[in-house]
């Protein structure tokens, strides 16, 4: 069984840079079976997907968003991260990394909270 | 980009309930509707996707139908611990988009 974990700082100052790590055990992210998606929630709200990755490093953002993201992959360390500059208290949230299943997202990380506050 | 709108967004029901969630998307997306039950604290988990397949390992009491822009999800026989928050999301184009969710309260 899969599985991820999410890792980062949990409070980052606005204006600079968030940036995530997610580490994927007992499967590959080298697998051409699967992209590796990056999705946010702030509290009491739905969810909002941030964008995702394929094994070949092509990626696919959020238009919303996509001004500001990167998603890169670490085959080496079977890592996927996420950086998210010039942040402001609307980018505070729980960030889940998942499996991405093409069209759906079949196995998530626990999240990690990330607070934007000075 | 394609909105998804979910209601009702709260239900109250009581264990051994039938219960029904409606999700519209604001374009046609075929069949590639999934829903996602999340527990307070918890990471989202799928429950179905295509519309109407069930994850492994998800009881039989949850199903899914509906196409192009209307879909539902019904859990027959309420348990205690369905009683959360269900989320659909269309799988059709990107941006993936997910509804606002529908809070599953105990009456």
């Known amino acids: 069984q899969v599985q991820l974990q999410e890792s980062g700082p949990g409070l980052v100052k606005p204006s600079q840079t968030l940036s995530l790590t997610c580490t994927v055990s007992?499967?590959?992210?080298?697998?051409?079976?699967?992209?590796w998606s990056w999705i946010r929630q702030p509290a009491g709200k739905g969810p909002e997907w941030i964008g995702r990755?394929?094994?070949?490093?092509?990626?696919d953002y959020n238009p919303s968003l996509k001004s500001r993201v990167t998603i890169s992959l670490d085959t080496s360390k079977n890592q996927f991260s996420l950086r998210l500059t010039s942040v402001t208290a609307a980018d505070t949230a729980v960030y889940y990394c998942a499996r991405d299943r093409v069209f759906y997202f079949d196995q998530w990380g626990q999240g990690a909270l990330v607070t934007v506050s000075s | 980009d394609i909105q998804m709108t979910q209601s009702p967004s709260s239900l109250s029901a009581s264990v051994g309930d039938r219960v029904t969630i409606t999700c519209r998307a604001s374009?046609?997306?075929?069949?590639?509707l999934n829903w996602y039950q999340q527990s307070p604290g918890k990471a989202p988990k799928l429950l179905i996707y295509a519309t109407s397949k069930l994850q492994s390992g998800v009881p039989s009491r949850f199903s899914g139908s509906g196409s192009g822009t209307d879909f539902t999800l019904t859990i027959t026989s309420l348990q205690p611990e369905d009683f959360a928050t269900y989320y659909c999301q269309q799988g059709f184009s990107s941006p993936r988009a997910f509804g606002q969710g529908t809070k599953l309260e105990i009456k």
């Open positions: 990755i394929y094994t070949s490093g092509n990626t």
């Open positions: 007992g499967g590959s992210v080298s697998s051409g079976s699967y992209y």
């Open positions: 374009q046609n997306i075929n069949t590639l």
